[in-house]
């Protein structure tokens, strides 16, 4: 059964870098069939996706966000990670790691972890 | 802002038939699949529709979703009080070398 679980900081000051990392267990992240998702949501809103990665790092990137987002994949602790840089308050948000399907021939995200709240606060 | 456009919120009594409109563009709902998501407040979100039309295992058959030109829509059919959350679509953009979006999500009360 697929499990995915977020750590990290939870409080990050301003004009710094936040950093998760996601862990993933019961499914490979080596996989072809599968990129692996950031998706965040600020406290009242909705949903933004932040950005994917694929087994080999090849990304894809939320155009919003594209300048201050790095994600990584490390495929012998299967895992992959995000940074977040130059943050404000305007990024306090939950953050979710995500699997998104890709064999069904577009992008879809078919799997949540349960989240974890990064505050952007001195 | 987001490019897949919803109506914020959408209410019934229970037994009523909700349906939750998606609106987009050629370069995302009108070249992709589109999936909805369920999200009870303080809860991760979690997949009630995928591909269009498709239901995960354990999602009841009250729910269904389709998908026509540049729009899709949920339909919750025999509304109970547990289907009270937010409810997303989302589907990929070919826009912008590809990204996905969700909708601005809309609210359902059961009244």
């Known amino acids: 059964q697929l499990q995915l679980q977020e750590s990290g900081p939870g409080l990050v000051k301003p004009s710094e870098t936040l950093s998760l990392t996601c862990s993933v267990s019961?499914?490979?992240?080596?996989?072809?069939?599968?990129?692996w998702a950031w998706i965040r949501q600020a406290p009242g809103k909705g949903l933004e996706w932040i950005g994917s990665i694929y087994y080999n790092g090849n990304t894809y990137w939320s155009p919003s966000l594209k300048s201050r987002v790095s994600i990584s994949v490390d495929t012998s602790t299967n895992q992959f990670s995000l940074k977040l840089t130059s943050v404000t308050a305007a990024d306090t948000a939950v953050y979710y790691c995500?699997?998104?399907?890709?064999?069904?021939?577009?992008?879809?995200?078919?799997?949540w972890g349960l989240g974890t709240l990064v505050t952007v606060s001195s | 802002q987001s490019v897949l456009t919803q109506p914020p919120s959408a209410s019934g009594t229970p037994g009523q038939r909700v349906t939750i409109s998606c609106s987009g563009s050629?370069?995302?709902?009108?070249?992709?699949?589109v999936n909805w998501y369920q999200q009870v407040p303080g809860t991760a979100p979690k997949v009630l529709i995928y591909?269009?039309?498709q239901r995960p295992s354990g999602v009841p058959d009250r729910f269904s979703g389709s998908k026509s030109g540049t729009s899709a829509s949920l339909a919750i059919t025999g509304l109970q009080s547990e289907d009270e959350a937010d409810y997303y679509c989302a589907v990929w953009d070919d826009n912008l070398n590809g990204h996905y979006v969700f909708g601005t999500g809309t609210q359902v009360t059961v009244l």
């Open positions: 995500a699997r998104e399907a890709i064999w069904t021939g577009f992008h879809d995200v078919d799997h």
């Open positions: 050629n370069s995302n709902i009108g070249s992709s699949t």
């Open positions: 591909s269009n039309n």
């Open positions: 019961g499914d490979s992240i080596s996989s072809n069939r599968y990129y």
